[in-house]
């Protein structure tokens, strides 16, 4: 009860931030197809892209869910997906407490969430089933990859500076986690 009114904000928060994502999903999607689908439609679409990443992502990480915990960037994202008042007060809680299953499904969730609002409705489509979670896994590597290179970037000089956080931001771990698809593809054809 002590920390009720900012656990409330912070779930609000949170909410307001899931809510920004898809209303920006959802007007670049309507407009990226010149409005041939409603609102309504895309938003079923994106939800049912979510579920099903998240339903495939869930079935590949159930079991793993202690080993996971060991991995920074995973607790990284289950944390991410907390309200930020329980990581401050109960993060050791969080990762001992919860069950593996509520771990896993957090985790789960979070990744795919974070892929759909960021790629839209077509990436994944994009990648042949056996890749799926190989690459939403690389994307969220590659996620952390792109900030650190956009914060050398920043730290330079440059006069582009600006610019090439930008296209960083905006394409770094999409292009970095295709490329690495791609050498798998390479590697394994010529082992054939």
């Known amino acids: 009860m002590a920390i009720k009114a900012t656990y409330v904000k912070h779930v609000i928060d949170l909410l307001r931030d899931k809510a920004g994502k898809e209303a920006r999903l959802l007007f670049r999607e309507y407009a990226q197809r010149g409005g041939a689908k409603t609102l309504v439609e895309l938003s079923k679409e994106i939800s049912k892209e979510i579920n099903d990443l998240t339903d495939i992502l869930l079935q590949a990480f159930t079991g793993k ?93 440059l006069k582009q500076k600006d610019e090439i956080a930008t296209i960083l931001k905006h394409s770094a771990a999409r292009v970095l986690t295709m490329l690495s698809l791609e050498k798998e593809e390479s590697d394994r054809a010529a082992q054939d």
Request: with cysteine; charged share 25%; hydrophobic share 40%.
């Open 65 to 157: 869910g202690p080993s996971m915990m060991k991995d920074p960037l995973y607790l990284k994202l289950i944390y991410k997906h907390c309200p930020s008042v329980l990581v401050e007060k109960f993060r050791e809680r969080i990762t001992t407490r919860l069950p593996a299953t509520y771990i896993t499904a957090i985790l789960a969730a979070q990744i795919a969430s974070y892929i759909v609002y960021n790629e839209g409705l077509d990436w994944m489509e994009s990648i042949a089933d056996r890749d799926v979670v190989k690459a939403a896994c690389s994307y969220m590597r590659n996620v952390e990859d792109t900030e650190k290179l956009i914060e050398a970037v920043e730290g330079t000089k």
